[in-house]
């Protein structure tokens, strides 16, 4: 599915590479069941073997003061923000890794929208649970689907990632991984 991958070294001054996917697909263009797809663990399961759990953690209810603070959908309008929490599965001999993530949906006039997330910092370490462990952090630098309506039942998506997987493994052996589960999705 997907046509195009691109990779940007030292986007923003970091080690990991930023990671852009484009793809077209058939069937609606609904972002916020496309976001259950990175958001929701039955659905992911079925295409990422290495999470063992995400689940959106503290879900923002009243989207009145965002949408304020964005200008009046001067950006889209915010339809979801929350932050979220995720595990993986240890394996080939690397231990389990978490996030904690801020992520959002924003909905255009034009029918298209963006689904992003970014980790969130160590000063918000007080949000992860209480009653995990703690695991060698992942970072979620920036990540963002673009979905763009092209008819009545196709659409376009843009993936972008940057993603450190952390611990002391190099980017330039986990970078083919995340390029291959991205084009491996199968949805």
Not at 21 to 32: A, E, N
Not at 68 to 92: H, N, R
Not at 124 to 138: G, Y
Request: one cysteine or more; charged letters at 20%.
């Amino acid at each position: 599915m997907v046509y195009h991958i691109e990779k940007i070294d030292n986007f923003q001054g970091l080690n990991a590479p930023l990671l852009r996917f484009r793809c077209s697909l058939i069937g609606p263009c609904l972002p916020h069941i496309f976001a259950q797809f990175l958001t929701n663990k039955e659905f992911r399961s079925k295409w990422d073997e290495s999470l063992a759990d995400v689940y959106e953690k503290y879900p923002v209810a009243d989207l009145d003061p965002v949408n304020i603070a964005l200008g009046f959908g001067k950006y889209g309008l915010c339809s979801k923000i929350g932050v979220g929490y995720c595990t993986t599965k240890p394996s080939f001999g690397v231990d389990s890794r978490e996030q904690l993530t801020m992520c959002g949906v924003q909905e255009f006039d034009n029918g298209s929208s963006i689904i992003w997330g970014t980790e969130m910092k160590p000063w918000h370490d007080h949000l992860l649970p209480d009653d995990e462990k703690r695991r060698t952090r992942a970072k979620s630098h920036l990540f963002s689907t673009t979905l763009v309506p092209t008819g009545e039942n196709t659409f376009d998506v843009e993936y972008v990632i940057q993603l450190e997987i952390g611990g002391s493994i190099p980017n330039w052996l986990t970078t083919p991984v995340v390029i291959d589960n991205v084009k491996n999705i199968n949805i």
